[in-house]
C-alpha cells in the first residue's frame, strides 16, 4: 500500500507504483484526498488542516482495515507518517518504507512490532523531516529486534522523487527506488 503526501494522489504516486509493479508488486494507492491534487505544498496544507488530522487518521486506518494479506506500507511525506501508524498497529504488517518523510508520533508510543522492518529515504537538508525522530525510530525498530535502514540523498528537496515537481532528482530519485526495490525483494524472500 503506497500513500500519497499533502500534495495529494499526483502522477507522480501513480508513477512510484508502476515502478514497484514493474518490479513485480502488487500496489494499492488509496485516495485520502476526495480526488483533489496540487503542485504547491501550502495549498497540499490546507487541504490536508481542512480533513484534519483525524480524519485522515480516520481515512487510512480505514482503507488498513480493508487488507487481509501480508503487506508493506509505504509512503511519501505525510502518507509517510500514515504507513507508519499502519505497520506499527496492522497484524499483516510486513515492512515499512518511508520517504520523504519520518513517522508519526503515534507509531513511536509504543513497542514496534518484531517483524516488520524498516526503510528510510530523505534529502540530507530535507526541512521537514527530523534526523532525531529517524534516530528514535531506528532506536524503537532495532529494540524490538526488527531491520532498520536510512538513506540520505544530497540534497534539501523534499519530494525529490517525484518527477512533476520541480525538487525532481532523478540521481537521487533512480537510487532510492534502486534501493525500496532491493528492500522488498530480501522481505518477500
Request: net charge negative.
Given at each position: 500500500?503506497?500513500?500519497?503526501?499533502?500534495?495529494?494522489?499526483?502522477?507522480?504516486?501513480?508513477?512510484?507504483?508502476?515502478?514497484?509493479?514493474?518490479?513485480?508488486?502488487?500496489?494499492?494507492?488509496?485516495?485520502?484526498?476526495?480526488?483533489?491534487?496540487?503542485?504547491?505544498?501550502e495549498?497540499?496544507?490546507?487541504?490536508?488542516?481542512?480533513l484534519?488530522?483525524?480524519?485522515?487518521?480516520?481515512?487510512?486506518?480505514?482503507?488498513?482495515?480493508?487488507?487481509?494479506?501480508?503487506?508493506?506500507?509505504?509512503?511519501?511525506?505525510?502518507?509517510?507518517?500514515?504507513?507508519?501508524?499502519?505497520?506499527?498497529?496492522?497484524?499483516?504488517?510486513?515492512?515499512?518504507?518511508?520517504?520523504?518523510?519520518?513517522?508519526?508520533d503515534?507509531?513511536?508510543?509504543?513497542?514496534?512490532?518484531a517483524?516488520?522492518?524498516?526503510?528510510?529515504?530523505?534529502?540530507?537538508?530535507?526541512?521537514?523531516?527530523?534526523?532525531?525522530?529517524?534516530?528514535?525510530?531506528?532506536?524503537?525498530?532495532t529494540?524490538?529486534?526488527?531491520?532498520?535502514?536510512?538513506?540520505?540523498?544530497?540534497?534539501?528537496?523534499?519530494?525529490?522523487?517525484?518527477?512533476?515537481?520541480?525538487?525532481?532528482?532523478?540521481?537521487?530519485?533512480?537510487?532510492m527506488?534502486?534501493?525500496?526495490?532491493?528492500?522488498?525483494?530480501?522481505?518477500?524472500?
Amino acid at each position: 500500500m503506497l500513500l500519497h503526501s499533502a500534495l495529494g494522489l499526483r502522477p507522480g504516486v501513480h508513477a512510484a507504483a508502476d515502478i514497484l509493479r514493474a518490479a513485480g508488486h502488487t500496489v494499492v494507492v488509496p485516495d485520502y484526498y476526495d480526488g483533489e491534487v496540487f503542485d504547491e505544498v501550502e495549498d497540499g496544507l490546507r487541504k490536508r488542516d481542512a480533513l484534519g488530522v483525524e480524519e485522515i487518521r480516520r481515512r487510512v486506518r480505514r482503507f488498513g482495515e480493508s487488507v487481509d494479506r501480508p503487506v508493506v506500507f509505504a509512503g511519501f511525506s505525510l502518507g509517510a507518517a500514515a504507513a507508519g501508524t499502519l505497520a506499527a498497529s496492522h497484524p499483516a504488517a510486513r515492512g515499512l518504507i518511508l520517504m520523504h518523510g519520518a513517522v508519526a508520533d503515534d507509531a513511536l508510543a509504543g513497542p514496534w512490532p518484531a517483524g516488520v522492518p524498516v526503510q528510510v529515504h530523505y534529502g540530507e537538508g530535507d526541512p521537514w523531516v527530523e534526523p532525531a525522530t529517524v534516530a528514535e525510530l531506528e532506536r524503537l525498530v532495532t529494540a524490538s529486534g526488527a531491520a532498520f535502514e536510512v538513506h540520505t540523498y544530497p540534497t534539501d528537496a523534499h519530494l525529490f522523487a517525484d518527477p512533476g515537481l520541480p525538487d525532481y532528482d532523478p540521481c537521487a530519485a533512480t537510487l532510492m527506488w534502486q534501493r525500496v526495490t532491493e528492500f522488498l525483494k530480501r522481505i518477500s524472500d
